[in-house]
């Protein structure tokens, strides 16, 4: 079965950091695509960071460009979110999101599978 979990959310101040983590299984981690998307309330999704499975192709919301970085640990199946110099605008649930295939637009709004998500908030 198809599994994304989400992890590593919290309170933080702006300026601070925090790191995401996205345990992935049931599927073929290498062919897939992992992203992080966020939503604001009656807003739509928005893609934040996404990365190949591989770890070739990474894409960044412009937003977040210089402050965030994505990777993976394949021997894990995990993908992460390294959030530095956190601003309040940031705060959001994060959702972790994968493409099992490969077969959407990179980063888009249209993945096969969703996770639960995790709270960040940045106070000021």
């Known amino acids: 079965e198809v599994q994304l979990q989400a992890s590593g959310g919290g309170l933080v101040q702006a300026g601070g950091s925090l790191r995401l983590s996205c345990v992935a299984s049931?599927?073929?981690?290498?062919?897939?695509?992992i992203g992080w998307f966020r939503q604001a309330p009656g807003k739509e999704r928005e893609g934040v960071s996404c990365i190949s499975g591989a770890g070739g192709t990474t894409y960044y919301a412009d937003s977040v460009k210089g402050r965030f970085t994505i990777s993976t640990d394949n021997a894990k199946n995990t993908v992460y979110l390294e959030m530095n110099s956190l601003k309040p605008e940031d705060t959001y649930v994060y959702y972790c999101?994968?493409?099992?295939?490969?077969?959407?637009?990179?980063?888009?709004?249209?993945?096969?599978?969703w996770g639960q998500g995790t709270q960040v908030t940045v106070s000021s």
């Open positions: 999101a994968a493409d099992l295939t490969g077969r959407y637009p990179f980063c888009s709004r249209e993945y096969d599978y």
């Open positions: 049931g599927f073929t981690f290498d062919d897939s695509v």
